[in-house]
Protein backbone atom coordinates (compact mmCIF):
# COMPACT_ATOMS: atom_id res chain seq x y z
CA UNK A 1 0.00 0.00 0.00
CA UNK A 2 1.55 3.30 -1.23
CA UNK A 3 0.26 6.65 1.46
CA UNK A 4 1.02 10.01 -0.54
CA UNK A 5 1.07 13.53 1.28
CA UNK A 6 -0.40 16.81 -0.79
CA UNK A 7 3.58 16.73 -1.68
CA UNK A 8 3.35 13.24 -3.50
CA UNK A 9 6.04 12.10 -1.65
CA UNK A 10 5.05 8.59 -1.43
CA UNK A 11 5.73 6.30 1.46
CA UNK A 12 5.17 2.59 1.64
CA UNK A 13 4.47 -0.03 4.52
CA UNK A 14 7.83 -1.93 3.71
CA UNK A 15 9.63 2.06 4.43
CA UNK A 16 7.20 2.28 7.76
CA UNK A 17 8.23 -1.27 8.79
CA UNK A 18 12.02 0.03 8.66
CA UNK A 19 11.17 2.80 10.22
CA UNK A 20 9.36 0.77 13.24
CA UNK A 21 12.16 -1.70 13.16
CA UNK A 22 14.82 1.48 13.94
CA UNK A 23 12.69 2.37 16.57
CA UNK A 24 12.10 -0.82 17.88
CA UNK A 25 15.76 -1.20 18.46
CA UNK A 26 16.19 2.37 19.50
CA UNK A 27 14.10 1.74 22.64
CA UNK A 28 16.79 -0.19 24.08
CA UNK A 29 20.12 1.91 23.10
CA UNK A 30 18.42 4.97 24.77
CA UNK A 31 17.66 3.14 28.29
CA UNK A 32 18.91 4.07 31.15
CA UNK A 33 19.03 1.50 34.26
CA UNK A 34 21.13 1.18 37.12
CA UNK A 35 23.39 -1.32 35.01
CA UNK A 36 23.90 1.88 32.74
CA UNK A 37 24.49 4.13 35.78
CA UNK A 38 28.13 4.80 34.88
CA UNK A 39 27.00 5.57 31.26
CA UNK A 40 24.10 8.13 32.60
CA UNK A 41 26.94 9.80 34.96
CA UNK A 42 29.25 10.69 32.06
CA UNK A 43 28.22 14.07 30.75
CA UNK A 44 29.54 15.56 27.85
CA UNK A 45 27.66 18.79 28.66
CA UNK A 46 30.34 19.88 31.43
CA UNK A 47 33.90 20.04 32.17
CA UNK A 48 35.41 16.95 33.91
CA UNK A 49 38.84 16.24 34.54
CA UNK A 50 40.13 12.48 33.67
CA UNK A 51 40.56 10.38 35.93
CA UNK A 52 38.14 11.41 38.99
CA UNK A 53 35.25 10.00 39.71
CA UNK A 54 31.48 10.93 38.24
CA UNK A 55 29.28 11.76 40.93
CA UNK A 56 25.73 10.35 41.54
CA UNK A 57 23.50 12.56 44.15
CA UNK A 58 20.76 10.99 45.87
CA UNK A 59 18.15 12.32 47.82
CA UNK A 60 18.30 13.00 51.71
CA UNK A 61 15.35 11.35 51.94
CA UNK A 62 16.95 7.83 50.60
CA UNK A 63 19.23 5.27 52.94
CA UNK A 64 22.72 5.72 50.86
CA UNK A 65 23.87 2.60 52.42
CA UNK A 66 21.35 0.68 50.82
CA UNK A 67 21.49 2.80 47.65
CA UNK A 68 25.39 1.29 47.56
CA UNK A 69 24.66 -1.80 47.89
CA UNK A 70 22.00 -1.62 45.15
CA UNK A 71 24.47 -0.61 42.96
CA UNK A 72 27.12 -2.79 43.71
CA UNK A 73 24.77 -5.61 43.11
CA UNK A 74 24.71 -3.57 39.61
CA UNK A 75 27.42 -2.56 38.37
CA UNK A 76 31.27 -3.91 38.24
CA UNK A 77 33.41 -3.11 40.96
CA UNK A 78 35.97 -1.28 38.46
CA UNK A 79 32.67 0.68 37.58
CA UNK A 80 31.77 1.32 40.84
CA UNK A 81 35.80 3.16 41.58
CA UNK A 82 34.24 5.20 38.53
CA UNK A 83 31.87 6.68 40.46
CA UNK A 84 31.07 8.37 43.82
CA UNK A 85 27.63 8.64 46.00
CA UNK A 86 26.97 11.87 47.41
CA UNK A 87 23.44 12.97 49.16
CA UNK A 88 22.55 16.22 48.13
CA UNK A 89 23.49 18.97 50.32
CA UNK A 90 19.96 20.92 52.00
CA UNK A 91 20.86 24.32 50.21
CA UNK A 92 21.46 23.96 45.78
CA UNK A 93 23.76 26.92 45.75
CA UNK A 94 25.90 24.89 48.21
CA UNK A 95 26.89 22.50 45.29
CA UNK A 96 30.01 22.97 43.78
CA UNK A 97 30.33 20.06 41.85
CA UNK A 98 27.54 19.13 39.26
CA UNK A 99 26.37 15.61 39.05
CA UNK A 100 23.67 13.11 37.98
CA UNK A 101 20.49 13.04 40.25
CA UNK A 102 19.70 9.00 41.10
CA UNK A 103 16.09 7.75 40.33
CA UNK A 104 15.73 4.30 41.35
CA UNK A 105 14.21 2.77 37.81
CA UNK A 106 14.91 2.50 34.20
CA UNK A 107 14.05 5.57 32.17
CA UNK A 108 14.55 6.46 28.08
CA UNK A 109 16.65 9.44 27.40
CA UNK A 110 15.98 11.14 24.35
CA UNK A 111 19.42 10.65 23.00
CA UNK A 112 22.80 12.08 21.79
CA UNK A 113 24.05 14.90 24.18
CA UNK A 114 20.60 14.09 26.21
CA UNK A 115 22.01 11.55 27.91
CA UNK A 116 19.82 11.98 31.05
CA UNK A 117 16.04 11.99 32.00
CA UNK A 118 13.81 15.33 30.23
CA UNK A 119 10.68 16.34 31.82
CA UNK A 120 8.66 16.82 28.75
CA UNK A 121 9.99 14.55 26.27
CA UNK A 122 8.95 11.75 28.63
CA UNK A 123 5.45 12.26 27.68
CA UNK A 124 6.20 11.99 23.77
CA UNK A 125 8.38 8.59 24.38
CA UNK A 126 5.94 7.52 26.95
CA UNK A 127 3.62 7.60 23.84
CA UNK A 128 5.84 5.57 21.60
CA UNK A 129 6.41 3.73 24.17
CA UNK A 130 2.65 2.30 24.48
CA UNK A 131 2.42 1.67 20.84
CA UNK A 132 5.03 -0.17 20.88
CA UNK A 133 3.85 -2.03 24.18
CA UNK A 134 7.00 -1.38 25.65
CA UNK A 135 4.55 -1.87 29.50
CA UNK A 136 6.92 -2.31 32.23
CA UNK A 137 9.93 0.60 30.48
CA UNK A 138 6.66 3.17 30.19
CA UNK A 139 5.66 2.63 33.55
CA UNK A 140 8.94 2.75 35.01
CA UNK A 141 9.43 6.32 32.97
CA UNK A 142 5.77 7.26 34.42
CA UNK A 143 7.53 6.56 37.76
CA UNK A 144 10.67 7.93 37.62
CA UNK A 145 9.01 11.11 36.87
CA UNK A 146 6.85 10.77 40.29
CA UNK A 147 9.92 9.99 42.50
CA UNK A 148 11.43 13.17 40.87
CA UNK A 149 8.24 15.29 42.71
CA UNK A 150 8.39 13.68 45.69
CA UNK A 151 12.54 13.67 46.39
CA UNK A 152 13.37 16.32 44.20
CA UNK A 153 10.76 19.06 44.82
CA UNK A 154 9.24 19.21 41.20
CA UNK A 155 9.62 17.37 37.73
CA UNK A 156 13.32 18.72 36.86
CA UNK A 157 14.43 20.09 33.46
CA UNK A 158 16.69 16.53 33.82
CA UNK A 159 17.94 14.71 36.44
CA UNK A 160 21.53 16.68 36.41
CA UNK A 161 22.11 18.93 39.82
CA UNK A 162 22.42 22.04 37.61
CA UNK A 163 18.69 21.64 36.36
CA UNK A 164 17.51 21.32 40.08
CA UNK A 165 16.41 24.99 39.85
CA UNK A 166 14.08 24.70 36.90
CA UNK A 167 11.16 22.37 35.77
CA UNK A 168 9.72 21.99 32.17
CA UNK A 169 6.22 21.80 30.69
CA UNK A 170 3.92 20.14 32.80
CA UNK A 171 2.97 17.07 31.56
CA UNK A 172 2.73 14.43 34.34
CA UNK A 173 -1.04 14.35 34.61
CA UNK A 174 -1.27 13.26 31.04
CA UNK A 175 0.97 10.26 31.51
CA UNK A 176 -0.10 8.92 34.54
CA UNK A 177 -3.59 8.72 32.81
CA UNK A 178 -2.18 7.78 29.74
CA UNK A 179 -0.69 4.82 31.98
CA UNK A 180 -3.93 4.48 34.18
CA UNK A 181 -5.66 3.78 30.47
CA UNK A 182 -3.53 0.79 29.76
CA UNK A 183 -3.13 -0.86 33.48
CA UNK A 184 -6.65 0.34 34.96
CA UNK A 185 -4.50 -0.06 38.24
CA UNK A 186 -6.68 2.29 40.73
CA UNK A 187 -4.40 1.75 43.36
CA UNK A 188 -1.36 3.30 41.71
CA UNK A 189 -3.54 6.03 40.18
CA UNK A 190 -4.49 7.04 43.67
CA UNK A 191 -0.99 6.78 44.91
CA UNK A 192 -0.32 8.97 42.50
CA UNK A 193 -2.57 11.83 43.17
CA UNK A 194 -0.75 13.55 46.23
CA UNK A 195 2.00 13.79 43.44
CA UNK A 196 0.39 15.44 41.35
CA UNK A 197 -1.16 18.02 43.60
CA UNK A 198 2.08 18.82 44.89
CA UNK A 199 3.12 19.16 41.21
CA UNK A 200 0.31 21.43 40.09
CA UNK A 201 0.72 23.85 43.18
CA UNK A 202 4.85 24.61 42.11
CA UNK A 203 3.15 25.94 38.90
CA UNK A 204 0.04 27.82 40.71
CA UNK A 205 2.16 29.83 43.14
CA UNK A 206 4.65 32.49 43.35
CA UNK A 207 7.01 32.88 41.48
CA UNK A 208 5.25 30.79 38.94
CA UNK A 209 1.57 32.82 39.78
CA UNK A 210 1.59 36.50 37.96
CA UNK A 211 -1.37 37.46 40.82
CA UNK A 212 -2.82 40.56 38.41
CA UNK A 213 -4.01 37.79 35.37
CA UNK A 214 -4.16 34.55 37.67
CA UNK A 215 -2.28 32.96 34.90
CA UNK A 216 1.05 31.08 35.72
CA UNK A 217 4.56 32.04 33.77
CA UNK A 218 7.69 30.18 33.38
CA UNK A 219 10.17 31.09 36.09
CA UNK A 220 13.47 29.51 37.21
CA UNK A 221 14.74 29.54 40.11
CA UNK A 222 18.72 29.75 39.58
CA UNK A 223 21.05 32.61 39.44
CA UNK A 224 24.00 33.21 36.51
CA UNK A 225 24.62 31.66 33.46
CA UNK A 226 23.19 28.22 32.85
CA UNK A 227 26.50 25.82 33.57
CA UNK A 228 26.07 23.58 30.38
CA UNK A 229 25.43 26.57 28.42
CA UNK A 230 29.15 28.10 29.36
CA UNK A 231 31.08 24.80 28.63
CA UNK A 232 29.45 23.02 25.74
CA UNK A 233 27.26 25.61 23.29
CA UNK A 234 30.43 26.83 22.24
CA UNK A 235 30.91 27.59 17.99
CA UNK A 236 33.97 26.86 15.81
CA UNK A 237 35.80 30.16 17.08
CA UNK A 238 35.12 29.27 20.88
CA UNK A 239 32.62 31.62 21.83
CA UNK A 240 29.74 30.43 23.68
CA UNK A 241 25.75 31.18 23.57
CA UNK A 242 26.11 34.32 25.95
CA UNK A 243 29.09 35.68 23.50
CA UNK A 244 27.31 35.46 20.63
CA UNK A 245 24.38 37.14 22.16
CA UNK A 246 26.74 40.06 23.41
CA UNK A 247 27.89 40.68 19.69
CA UNK A 248 24.10 40.53 18.71
CA UNK A 249 23.09 43.17 21.26
CA UNK A 250 26.14 45.49 20.23
CA UNK A 251 25.07 45.29 16.32
CA UNK A 252 21.23 45.97 16.85
CA UNK A 253 18.75 47.89 17.99
CA UNK A 254 16.32 46.11 20.35
CA UNK A 255 12.84 47.11 20.04
CA UNK A 256 11.29 44.08 21.57
CA UNK A 257 12.23 44.77 25.22
CA UNK A 258 14.84 47.24 27.21
CA UNK A 259 17.83 46.46 26.65
CA UNK A 260 18.95 47.64 29.90
CA UNK A 261 17.12 45.32 31.94
CA UNK A 262 19.11 42.28 30.41
CA UNK A 263 22.10 44.25 28.65
CA UNK A 264 25.12 46.59 30.18
CA UNK A 265 26.23 48.18 27.21
CA UNK A 266 29.27 50.29 28.97
CA UNK A 267 30.75 47.32 30.30
CA UNK A 268 29.25 44.74 27.70
CA UNK A 269 28.03 42.62 30.26
CA UNK A 270 24.75 40.40 30.39
CA UNK A 271 22.90 41.03 33.68
CA UNK A 272 21.50 38.71 36.32
CA UNK A 273 18.17 39.21 34.99
CA UNK A 274 19.32 38.47 31.09
CA UNK A 275 20.55 35.14 33.21
CA UNK A 276 17.07 34.66 34.54
CA UNK A 277 15.22 35.03 31.58
CA UNK A 278 17.44 32.62 29.89
CA UNK A 279 16.92 30.00 32.91
CA UNK A 280 13.38 30.39 32.77
CA UNK A 281 13.24 30.08 28.57
CA UNK A 282 14.96 26.55 28.78
CA UNK A 283 12.22 25.50 31.84
CA UNK A 284 10.31 26.42 29.39
CA UNK A 285 11.04 23.43 26.70
CA UNK A 286 11.61 26.16 23.85
CA UNK A 287 15.40 27.15 24.09
CA UNK A 288 15.97 29.43 21.79
CA UNK A 289 13.29 30.96 19.85
CA UNK A 290 12.44 35.00 19.87
CA UNK A 291 9.02 34.36 20.76
CA UNK A 292 9.46 36.72 23.78
CA UNK A 293 12.22 39.27 22.47
CA UNK A 294 15.47 38.41 21.23
CA UNK A 295 16.56 34.96 22.48
CA UNK A 296 13.29 34.98 24.94
CA UNK A 297 14.84 36.27 27.50
CA UNK A 298 12.09 38.41 28.45
CA UNK A 299 10.01 35.11 28.83
CA UNK A 300 9.67 35.63 32.82
CA UNK A 301 7.16 38.78 32.11
CA UNK A 302 4.88 36.67 30.32
CA UNK A 303 2.08 34.26 30.46
CA UNK A 304 2.63 31.50 27.71
CA UNK A 305 -0.50 29.92 25.82
CA UNK A 306 1.56 26.56 26.11
CA UNK A 307 1.87 26.42 30.10
CA UNK A 308 -1.14 27.86 30.74
CA UNK A 309 -2.92 25.31 27.95
CA UNK A 310 -0.92 22.64 29.98
CA UNK A 311 -2.22 23.81 33.37
CA UNK A 312 -6.01 23.32 31.91
CA UNK A 313 -5.15 19.84 30.88
CA UNK A 314 -4.01 18.92 34.35
CA UNK A 315 -7.08 20.37 36.33
CA UNK A 316 -9.26 18.37 34.43
CA UNK A 317 -6.83 15.19 34.33
CA UNK A 318 -7.14 15.96 38.31
CA UNK A 319 -10.91 16.26 37.94
CA UNK A 320 -11.12 12.78 35.94
CA UNK A 321 -8.72 11.15 38.22
CA UNK A 322 -10.89 12.09 41.41
CA UNK A 323 -13.80 11.11 39.69
CA UNK A 324 -12.60 7.56 38.88
CA UNK A 325 -11.59 7.52 42.85
CA UNK A 326 -14.94 8.58 43.55
CA UNK A 327 -14.35 12.01 44.86
CA UNK A 328 -16.75 13.54 42.86
CA UNK A 329 -17.26 16.72 45.27
CA UNK A 330 -13.59 17.19 44.88
CA UNK A 331 -13.58 16.12 41.00
CA UNK A 332 -16.45 19.10 40.32
CA UNK A 333 -13.51 21.40 42.27
CA UNK A 334 -10.70 20.62 39.84
CA UNK A 335 -13.48 21.45 37.08
CA UNK A 336 -14.49 24.98 38.60
CA UNK A 337 -10.65 25.69 38.80
CA UNK A 338 -10.02 24.52 34.58
CA UNK A 339 -13.30 26.72 33.94
CA UNK A 340 -11.76 29.67 35.25
CA UNK A 341 -8.89 29.33 33.89
CA UNK A 342 -10.38 29.07 30.47
CA UNK A 343 -12.00 31.90 30.73
CA UNK A 344 -8.40 33.89 31.86
CA UNK A 345 -7.19 32.33 28.62
CA UNK A 346 -9.67 33.14 26.63
CA UNK A 347 -9.73 37.06 28.10
CA UNK A 348 -5.90 37.38 28.25
CA UNK A 349 -4.50 35.11 25.47
CA UNK A 350 -6.73 34.71 22.62
CA UNK A 351 -6.97 37.39 20.01
CA UNK A 352 -10.49 38.01 17.95
CA UNK A 353 -8.87 39.49 15.50
CA UNK A 354 -5.63 37.29 14.44
CA UNK A 355 -7.91 34.42 15.05
CA UNK A 356 -4.72 32.72 17.47
CA UNK A 357 -3.61 32.40 20.67
CA UNK A 358 -1.12 34.61 21.77
CA UNK A 359 1.36 35.02 24.31
CA UNK A 360 0.49 38.10 26.96
CA UNK A 361 3.24 40.47 28.28
CA UNK A 362 2.00 41.80 31.86
CA UNK A 363 3.95 45.00 31.94
CA UNK A 364 2.30 46.30 29.14
CA UNK A 365 -0.90 44.57 29.24
CA UNK A 366 -1.00 43.64 25.42
CA UNK A 367 -0.12 40.43 23.47
CA UNK A 368 2.76 40.15 21.91
CA UNK A 369 1.96 39.45 18.08
CA UNK A 370 4.49 36.47 17.37
CA UNK A 371 2.85 34.01 15.38
CA UNK A 372 3.72 30.07 17.23
CA UNK A 373 2.56 27.22 17.06
CA UNK A 374 1.30 26.80 20.61
CA UNK A 375 -1.44 28.36 19.33
CA UNK A 376 -2.26 24.65 18.78
CA UNK A 377 -2.43 24.39 22.14
CA UNK A 378 -5.91 25.01 23.03
CA UNK A 379 -7.24 22.83 20.45
CA UNK A 380 -5.14 19.73 21.88
CA UNK A 381 -6.51 20.82 25.07
CA UNK A 382 -10.26 20.82 23.93
CA UNK A 383 -10.26 24.06 25.52
CA UNK A 384 -11.27 26.22 22.46
CA UNK A 385 -14.81 26.98 21.31
CA UNK A 386 -15.66 25.92 17.95
CA UNK A 387 -15.34 29.42 16.84
CA UNK A 388 -11.49 30.02 17.88
CA UNK A 389 -10.78 26.30 16.40
CA UNK A 390 -12.17 27.05 13.31
CA UNK A 391 -10.42 30.56 13.31
CA UNK A 392 -6.85 28.73 14.21
CA UNK A 393 -7.68 26.13 11.62
CA UNK A 394 -8.27 28.99 8.97
CA UNK A 395 -4.97 30.43 9.90
CA UNK A 396 -2.78 26.91 9.28
CA UNK A 397 -1.06 28.37 6.06
CA UNK A 398 0.90 30.32 8.28
CA UNK A 399 2.51 27.54 9.73
CA UNK A 400 1.70 24.50 7.16
CA UNK A 401 5.66 23.42 5.61
CA UNK A 402 6.52 20.89 3.34
CA UNK A 403 7.58 19.10 5.99
CA UNK A 404 4.57 19.55 8.29
CA UNK A 405 4.35 22.57 10.98
CA UNK A 406 6.89 25.37 11.12
CA UNK A 407 7.60 26.35 14.84
CA UNK A 408 7.14 30.00 14.09
CA UNK A 409 6.56 32.10 11.23
CA UNK A 410 10.01 33.77 11.62
CA UNK A 411 13.52 33.41 10.46
CA UNK A 412 16.06 34.30 13.45
CA UNK A 413 18.57 31.77 13.81
CA UNK A 414 16.94 30.27 16.65
CA UNK A 415 16.33 26.42 16.55
CA UNK A 416 12.90 27.07 17.54
CA UNK A 417 11.96 29.70 15.07
CA UNK A 418 11.16 28.93 11.49
CA UNK A 419 12.29 26.99 8.84
CA UNK A 420 12.49 24.46 11.85
CA UNK A 421 10.23 21.83 12.89
CA UNK A 422 9.59 19.56 15.48
CA UNK A 423 7.86 15.87 16.77
CA UNK A 424 5.87 17.11 19.44
CA UNK A 425 4.54 20.71 18.05
CA UNK A 426 3.74 18.63 14.22
CA UNK A 427 1.80 16.04 17.07
CA UNK A 428 0.06 18.79 19.18
CA UNK A 429 -1.52 20.48 15.85
CA UNK A 430 -2.58 16.97 14.41
CA UNK A 431 -4.13 16.38 17.63
CA UNK A 432 -5.49 19.84 17.82
CA UNK A 433 -7.04 19.50 14.40
CA UNK A 434 -8.52 16.55 14.73
CA UNK A 435 -10.58 16.98 17.74
CA UNK A 436 -12.52 19.67 16.17
CA UNK A 437 -13.07 17.63 13.15
CA UNK A 438 -10.42 19.20 11.02
CA UNK A 439 -9.08 15.46 9.81
CA UNK A 440 -8.31 16.10 6.55
CA UNK A 441 -5.93 19.04 7.34
CA UNK A 442 -4.73 16.58 10.36
CA UNK A 443 -3.94 14.31 8.05
CA UNK A 444 -1.86 15.94 5.55
CA UNK A 445 0.23 17.76 8.46
CA UNK A 446 0.52 13.90 9.47
CA UNK A 447 1.46 12.40 5.94
CA UNK A 448 3.86 15.51 5.06
CA UNK A 449 5.71 15.24 8.21
CA UNK A 450 6.23 11.19 7.84
CA UNK A 451 6.96 11.75 4.33
CA UNK A 452 9.61 13.69 5.21
CA UNK A 453 10.99 11.68 8.15
CA UNK A 454 10.98 8.37 5.97
CA UNK A 455 13.35 10.77 3.17
CA UNK A 456 15.33 11.48 5.56
CA UNK A 457 15.74 8.35 7.59
CA UNK A 458 16.20 6.59 4.24
CA UNK A 459 19.16 8.80 3.36
CA UNK A 460 21.16 8.82 6.64
CA UNK A 461 19.53 5.19 8.68
CA UNK A 462 19.01 7.34 11.61
CA UNK A 463 16.34 9.48 12.81
CA UNK A 464 17.19 13.25 14.89
CA UNK A 465 15.80 15.60 17.17
CA UNK A 466 14.73 18.31 14.71
CA UNK A 467 14.00 19.33 11.31
CA UNK A 468 14.16 22.37 8.22
CA UNK A 469 10.77 21.64 7.30
CA UNK A 470 10.66 24.25 4.35
CA UNK A 471 13.70 21.92 2.97
CA UNK A 472 12.59 18.98 4.12
CA UNK A 473 16.38 18.00 5.75
CA UNK A 474 17.81 16.84 8.88
CA UNK A 475 21.10 19.17 7.75
CA UNK A 476 19.89 21.66 10.25
CA UNK A 477 23.31 23.24 11.61
CA UNK A 478 24.77 25.89 9.71
CA UNK A 479 21.19 27.37 9.68
CA UNK A 480 21.49 27.62 13.99
CA UNK A 481 23.27 30.73 14.81
CA UNK A 482 22.69 30.23 18.66
CA UNK A 483 22.32 27.73 21.60
CA UNK A 484 23.81 24.44 20.27
CA UNK A 485 23.86 23.64 16.38
CA UNK A 486 24.01 19.88 16.82
CA UNK A 487 21.10 17.62 15.37
CA UNK A 488 20.77 14.94 17.84
CA UNK A 489 20.03 11.47 16.73
CA UNK A 490 18.01 9.15 18.90
CA UNK A 491 15.88 10.53 19.25
CA UNK A 492 13.53 10.20 22.14
CA UNK A 493 10.37 12.11 21.02
CA UNK A 494 10.47 11.97 17.30
CA UNK A 495 10.34 8.03 18.24
CA UNK A 496 7.28 8.78 19.80
CA UNK A 497 5.66 11.18 17.82
CA UNK A 498 6.30 8.64 14.27
CA UNK A 499 4.25 5.69 16.24
CA UNK A 500 1.37 7.60 17.53
CA UNK A 501 1.37 9.94 13.86
CA UNK A 502 1.18 6.39 12.40
CA UNK A 503 -1.84 5.07 15.01
CA UNK A 504 -4.07 8.11 14.13
CA UNK A 505 -3.85 7.90 10.70
CA UNK A 506 -6.45 6.19 8.70
Known amino acids: MTTQSSTQSPFTSTQIDAVRTYIKKTWKTLTRSHAHLLQSAKDTKLEHKPGTPWIIYISPREDRANIQSVLEHALSPEEMQQIEIRTLPPEVEAITEHGLLYLPGSYVVPGGRFNEMYGWDSYFILLGLLQDEEWDLAQSQVDQLLYQVQHYGTILNSNRTYMLSRSQPPVLSLMVLAMFQHTQDEEWLKSTLPILEQFYYFWVVAPHLNPATGLSRYYALGEGPAPEVLFSERDEEGKSHYDRVKEYYQRFEIEDYDINLYYDRENDQLTDLFYKGDRTMRESGFDISNRFGPFSVDIIHYAPVCLNSLLYQMEQDLAQINDILGNEQLGQQWRDRAD ?88 IAVQGLHRYGYHQEGDRIARKFLAMIIKEFERRSILVEKYDVERCSANVSDEICFGYSSNEIGFGWTNGVILELLATLP
Do not use: C
Open 340 to 427: SRRNLIDLYLWDENQGLYLDYHFPTEKRRYYEFATTFYPLWMGMASETQAKSVAENLSLFEAPGGIFTSTRVTGNQWDAPFGWAPLTL
